[in-house]
């Protein structure tokens, strides 16, 4: 069996990292005006009648897969999705962004290629890109590294938290355009050591496309579904960007709430040919999005006026459903298989 952990990725000893990382730092929160949100996708300042969101976050692996390509005019996009789509989890509306770029050796075609993505990102979240920071480390970065910090604003009446998730509401998913920007190092050790594939050849399963083409597809940024949907009349009761993690992602919404996943769309072909690899089930849902990118949380009696909504941007399904449950898990039922996270 082929595991995260084998790949490189060890998310148990990630998430005691990150413990021991913010519980250093938990008593700073005391120095200014915060809204507690522990365990969020985003940070919320208190600001008067409104609320600024903060996210950070980068691109991660998906860069060694842009090196192989040669091909750099994506990896930006992602940087903007990875957190646009985490500060709309608190129903903010994503305004600015700065980027840290840190690279071995200077190389302006490669940044010029980079900030095609960045601009491209931003023209679909409809953020600007106030500035940023341009560092050369060539004993610590091998090529480069890229990474974002945003800001969004809400008024504080229409946070959105998870509090009001109650049993009975609705999941509704929003399709993802296949990995993007989380569990390459797994997709990686699957797709090229594993079942050998260059990055050049074409998928298997879909030969209208390379392995290295599926593997860079940019993360959708769902700012505008989202929005327009924020700004309707329709309640909603959380918001959750499936990342790393996978379908994990939702237990961070309400913690007295279990999740049911009983209706997925059909499994993208980069899914498949990565878990044929010998992947089992439970580690591919535990790592990746399986085809669902964001999700919407909110009562039955929404389910009509949402789907309308957020398919005009997306294909968009009603995957399950949130029930009562301080166990706090998240149930798939998926192909015949029962999972537990």
Partial sequence: MVTYSEAGVDISLEEKTVKALTGELSETLEYRNIIQNKGHFAALVDFGSQAIAMSTDGVGSKILIANLMNKFDTVGIDCIAMVVNDILCVGAEPIAMVDYLAVEEPNPEIASEIGKGLKTGCKQAKIAMIGGETASLPKIIKDFDLAGTGIGTVDKDKIITGSEIKDGDIIIGIESSGVHSNGLSLARKALLDIAKYDIKDNLPSDESITVGEALLEPTI????????LLNSEIEVHGLGHITGGGFSNLKRLN?????YITDLPETLPVFKEIQATGIESKEMYHVFNMGI???VILDKKYKDQTL?????YHNTHVIGEVKENSDNKVFITARGENIEL
């Fill in 221 to 228: 940024i769902y700012v505008e579904p989202i929005m327009e």
């Fill in 255 to 259: 913690k007295d709430m279990s999740y």
């Fill in 293 to 295: 990118g964001f999700c």
């Fill in 308 to 312: 309308e909504i957020l398919n005009k």
